[in-house]
């Protein structure tokens, strides 16, 4: 497995300012994700961060709006960008280690509560 | 595309209980298949995978079998303690040996109850 922290764990932010969320592993892996999950919902993916070069976001999900980097093989951000309400909910980061597991197994970090007023 | 079909909760069981929680899903090819916990104000904890038709996963007492023929992966579990209160996703992804997209696609969840 993988050791995933998440900062902030939670936060209050005000509408129409952003918050920045970092995810760090304390090895290398193949492939990191962003998930979100509403309140008392199942998890939703944002998109898949790529080392090096853009993301890959999944429909509804825009670069302007959730800006993700990935500038080496153990850590990523995501933003959440001119916050509403709408977007209190927890953000989780994912890792999965593709060289040395036949499952595809994803790994998850603590996530970050987010709540905007 | 995939998706993953999760019975509605909550579920409500007394202790040393038999539980069942189904899952069906819908995907393409052999998907590697998933039961995720989450426990109050945590985050997700993989508690079993299969990869394979009429594989079993096993962990901490609870059991699920990849049913190729019924596309199930029904979670199981012979005697529940209050500890396992929690909420049970189950999702998939691709087989390890396909291309494409890798990241997993999640169940509604389904949150257990247990009564001392």
């Known amino acids: 497995s993988a050791v995933i922290s998440q900062k902030p764990s939670r936060d209050i932010c005000q509408r129409g300012t952003s918050l920045t969320i970092q995810c760090q592993v304390d090895?290398?892996?193949?492939?990191m994700f962003w998930y979100r999950q509403q309140p008392g919902q199942s998890l939703t993916l944002i998109a898949t961060?790529?080392?090096?070069?853009?993301?890959?976001?999944e429909s509804g999900f825009v670069i302007d709006k959730f800006p993700i980097s990935r500038p080496n093989l153990t850590f990523s951000t995501l933003t959440v960008s001119n916050m509403s309400p709408e977007d209190s909910s927890i953000y989780l980061c994912?890792?999965?280690?593709?060289?040395?597991?036949?499952?595809?197994?994803?790994?998850f970090g603590p996530g970050t509560r987010l709540t905007v007023l | 595309g995939n998706s993953v079909t999760q019975m509605e909760g909550p579920v409500t069981l007394s202790e040393e209980a038999f539980l069942t929680i189904n899952c069906t899903y819908t995907?393409?090819?052999?998907?590697?298949l998933f039961w995720y916990v989450q426990y109050p104000g945590e985050g997700l904890q993989l508690l079993l995978k299969?990869?394979?038709?009429?594989d079993k996963g096993s962990n901490k007492g609870f059991e699920a079998t990849y049913r190729k023929e019924t596309t199930s992966f029904h979670l199981e579990k012979g005697s529940v303690q209050v500890s396992d209160s929690a909420v049970y996703f189950c999702?998939?992804?691709?087989?390890?040996?396909?291309?494409?997209?890798?990241?997993?696609?999640f169940g509604s969840g389904t949150r257990l109850q247990v009564q001392p």
């Open positions: 995907a393409t090819g052999y998907p590697s």
């Open positions: 999702a998939l992804t691709k087989n390890p040996m396909d291309t494409g997209r890798r990241a997993l696609t």
């Open positions: 994912s890792v999965q280690r593709l060289a040395d597991s036949s499952y595809n197994e994803q790994f």
């Open positions: 961060a790529n080392q090096g070069s853009e993301a890959t976001y």
């Open positions: 090895s290398q892996v193949t492939m």
């Open positions: 299969a990869t394979k038709a009429d």
